[in-house]
T-cell receptor, first 119, second 110 residues
Framework: ETGVTQTPRHLVMGMTNKKSLKCEQH?????MYWYKQSAKKPLELMFV???????ENNSVPSRFSPECPNSSHLFLHLHTLQPEDSALYLC??????????????????FGEGSRLTVL | QKEVEQNSGPLSVPEGAIASLNCTYS??????FFWYRQYSGKSPELIMS????GDKEDGRFTAQLNKASQYVSLLIRDSQPSDSATYLC??????????FGTGTKLQVIP
C-alpha cells in the first residue's frame, strides 16, 4: 500500500467510448502525475499537477484530458482512443518543496496502475 | 542518444551473489538520481536515492554515483530470489524533469 489508489485497475474500451481513470493520494503530497508505461519503453510522463495547477503537458494528444480538482485527486478522461493507447497508466504523487516551478523531486509514489486495453 | 540508458537484461545471478545494475545519462546538469524496483504486474517502488558523488548504502543495497562519467549504479549484495524484478533508473535533469530508463530485468537463480 503506497498511499496512492487508482481505479479501475483494468479497463477495456472501444475506440468510440468515453471513460475516466481516477487517482487518489492519501500522503498529503502537493504534486500529482500521470505516466504511461508501454512494453519495452521507458515510463512516459504525460501530465504534472503542482499545487493543483497543471505545470506540464508532455505533448499528449487531446484525446487524453486530465483533471485535478484538488491536491488529493487526479483524473484522466479518455475519449476516442486508439489501439496504440493500450498501456499501463500510472498515477504518482510527490512532495514538491516549492523551490522550482516545475518539479524538484524524483521521489515518486506510484499507484498500482490502470491497465487499459483499447479494442 | 537516449537520455537515460540501461541494459534491458535479463541479468541472471545466483542466489547470494552480488548483482550490479548500471545506468548512464546524457544530461550533465542532472542533479538527483533514483532507483525504482518494479515487480511483474506491479507499479514502481522507490528503493534508493543518491544526490552526490560516491556511495550510499542502505541494507543490502548500495547506490554509486559518478557525475564526471555520468554513471550511476546499484549493487545488491547477497541477492535473493525476492530481488527478481525490473530495476528502473530515474534521473532529475537540469530542467527538473524526471526521466526514466527502460529498466534492467534481474533474475536471481535459487
Amino acid at each position: 500500500e503506497t498511499g496512492v489508489t487508482q481505479t479501475p485497475r483494468h479497463l477495456v474500451m472501444g475506440m468510440t467510448n468515453k471513460k475516466s481513470l481516477k487517482c487518489e493520494q492519501h500522503l498529503g503530497h502537493n504534486a500529482m502525475y500521470w505516466y504511461k508505461q508501454s512494453a519495452k519503453k521507458p515510463l512516459e510522463l504525460m501530465f504534472v499537477y503542482n499545487f493543483k495547477e497543471q505545470t506540464e503537458n508532455n505533448s499528449v494528444p487531446s484525446r487524453f484530458s486530465p483533471e485535478c480538482p484538488n491536491s488529493s485527486h487526479l483524473f484522466l478522461h479518455l475519449h476516442t482512443l486508439q489501439p496504440e493507447d493500450s498501456a499501463l497508466y500510472l498515477c504518482a504523487s510527490s512532495q514538491d518543496d516549492g523551490t522550482s516551478g516545475v518539479l524538484s523531486t524524483g521521489e515518486l509514489f506510484f499507484g498500482e496502475g490502470s491497465r487499459l486495453t483499447v479494442l | 542518444q537516449k537520455e537515460v540508458e540501461q541494459n534491458s537484461g535479463p541479468l541472471s545471478v545466483p542466489e547470494g551473489a552480488i548483482a550490479s545494475l548500471n545506468c548512464t545519462y546524457s544530461d550533465r546538469g542532472s542533479q538527483s538520481f533514483f532507483w525504482y524496483r518494479q515487480y511483474s504486474g506491479k507499479s514502481p517502488e522507490l528503493i534508493m536515492s543518491i544526490y552526490s558523488n560516491g556511495d550510499k548504502e542502505d541494507g543490502r543495497f548500495t547506490a554509486q554515483l559518478n557525475k564526471a562519467s555520468q554513471y550511476v549504479s546499484l549493487l545488491i549484495r547477497d541477492s535473493q530470489p525476492s530481488d527478481s524484478a525490473t530495476y528502473l533508473c530515474a534521473v532529475v535533469g537540469g530542467y527538473q524533469k524526471v526521466t526514466f530508463g527502460t529498466g534492467t530485468k534481474l533474475q536471481v537463480i535459487p
